[in-house]
């Protein structure tokens, strides 16, 4: 990296402009939560049509990947972030003139598909970018855009959380961001390692330059042409060959575990989860549910100093137990009884230490152990389970939470069975996911390469530097 700082700005300046992706998928996620109450009122809906509502962006955005699959390779990582923006903007607008549930559940999976784009190629783009010391710093800046995102549209659901039209202006409201995004793209560049791989290594050369500087940006030319030399053609089916099939695995498995755990039903359903706790339905509730935000907003901050000073794994490790240990406080509050504004305490709890960690590092990670041939391939299939396993639980959520309040008068054995899932991914973690902190993406290439699982098992999951 330059001494004299001309190279941090710029990637800086790249990350921001690549992040507003991620604060479309906050934003478009978290604005229906305003908008539930009053779409409830609006169209009668039942807690099947509840679950239909908002789970219909994240049925969008599991078929965003495989639109994805294709375009990151060929059109490169910029232009399926640009095509991301357009499902965006078809979505606010026509998510906003709706006359029935149906339709505006149609509208609302159309920016799911540009939820998926998104998600898929901006965190592999900033990785692509980043030097190895600032990778994880880096890609948490999508981390935060989305938070801002989250938060801002809770702010938006309040200020339009009147009746009638209300729910209408909150769809709306996406488009000023979307024009942002796209004003953004027609100046950054394209990644580095993508040009590689086309052959454009002049262009590539040019990007590193004012990154690095020239000298290194010769070395990390040579580096990149020299890992896309080792791997064999960027074909589909090696993701699943021995080693990358391991990485393949990991990464599929982390991120459902980072969509099932329950702190994303806590965003996605927080002025619900506060009005079924016994706080005032409408504004009431989303005001209520605005600490929440404002708390995973000061984690994620927290997060920069926390990814740079510690490993992956222990990080990822600290933040899932305490997620367990505030579902556990939940449930108790629940059974209990305890006041209404109780419930904002293991909301805090679960959130925070969601942000602090397994948020930020479960993106990180899976955008740096593929190589580069297969990146875009192999993300693109991780994140098409990630959607499917996020569809699947905002779907059954409000149904789950309404049994067992009829069942047991309480909803507390949801949040219990949340702990469980929870005290599964510490295992899981412990036991496979590896430390990629200070290697570059072409040393975590050749690892996996290198270290099938079933010729020479990882120790605890842990590369070493090759």
Not at 17 to 32: C, H, P, R, T
Not at 210 to 238: P, Y
Not at 277 to 283: C, I, L, R
Not at 364 to 377: C, D, L, M, N, W
Request: net charge positive; charged share 15%; glycine share 10%.
């Amino acid at each position: 990296m330059r001494e004299n700082g001309p190279g941090k700005f710029y990637i800086y300046k790249i990350a921001l402009v690549a992040s507003i992706g991620g604060f479309l998928f906050g934003y478009d996620l978290v604005i229906i939560s305003g908008a539930l109450p009053l779409l409830e009122q609006s169209f009668a809906l039942t807690p099947a049509l509840k679950g239909f509502a908002v789970s219909s962006a994240i049925l969008g955005a599991i078929s965003g990947p495989l639109v994805g699959l294709w375009c990151a390779d060929r059109l490169g990582r910029r232009k399926t972030m640009m095509l991301a923006s357009f499902f965006f903007m078809i979505s606010a607008i026509g998510s906003g003139v709706a006359v029935g549930i149906w339709d505006f559940g149609l509208w609302r999976f159309m920016g799911g598909v540009g939820i998926g784009l998104a998600m898929m190629s901006s965190p592999i783009y900033i990785a692509e970018l980043a030097p190895p010391q600032m990778r994880g710093v880096l890609v948490n800046v999508n981390q935060l855009s989305n938070v801002i995102g989250i938060n801002l549209a809770v702010i938006a659901g309040y200020f339009f959380s009147f009746d009638g039209w209300g729910w209408r202006w909150m769809m709306y409201s996406e488009a000023v961001p979307v024009v942002f995004l796209v004003l953004g793209l027609l100046v950054i560049p394209e990644s580095p390692r993508w040009l590689v791989a086309q052959r454009r290594n002049g262009e590539a050369l040019g990007i590193l330059e004012k990154i690095n500087g020239r000298k290194r940006a010769e070395e990390e030319l040579a580096e990149i042409h020299a890992g896309l030399q080792q791997e064999v053609g960027g074909e589909f089916r090696e993701v699943f060959q021995p080693g990358i099939k391991t990485a393949f695995i990991i990464g599929t498995i982390l991120m459902i575990f980072s969509q099932i755990n329950g702190v994303n039903m806590m965003l996605l359903y927080a002025p619900t989860i506060m009005a079924e706790a016994g706080v005032s339905m409408g504004s009431g509730a989303i005001l209520s549910s605005i600490p929440v935000y404002v708390v995973i907003l000061i984690c994620t901050l927290l997060a920069f100093p926390l990814i740079k000073r510690f490993s992956r794994r222990g990080l990822l490790i600290t933040s899932v137990s305490l997620m367990a240990f505030g579902h556990l406080v939940m449930a108790l509050n629940l059974y209990q009884g305890w006041p209404p504004m109780f419930t904002l305490i293991p909301m805090f709890i679960g959130t925070g230490a969601f942000t602090l960690g397994f948020a930020p590092l479960s993106w990180i990670i899976v955008s740096e152990i593929f190589p580069t041939r297969i990146r875009s391939k192999a993300l693109a299939v991780v994140c098409f389970f990630l959607y499917l396993s996020s569809f699947l639980i905002a779907q059954f959520f409000p149904s789950l939470t309404d049994y067992f309040t009829r069942s047991f008068g309480n909803a507390a054995g949801v949040y219990v069975m949340f702990a469980i899932i929870c005290a599964a991914c510490v295992w899981f973690s412990w036991k496979k996911v590896p430390e990629t902190k200070g290697l570059s993406l072409e040393e975590i290439g050749r690892f996996w390469r290198k270290n099938s699982a079933e010729s020479q098992p990882e120790k605890n999951g842990v590369p070493e530097r090759v």
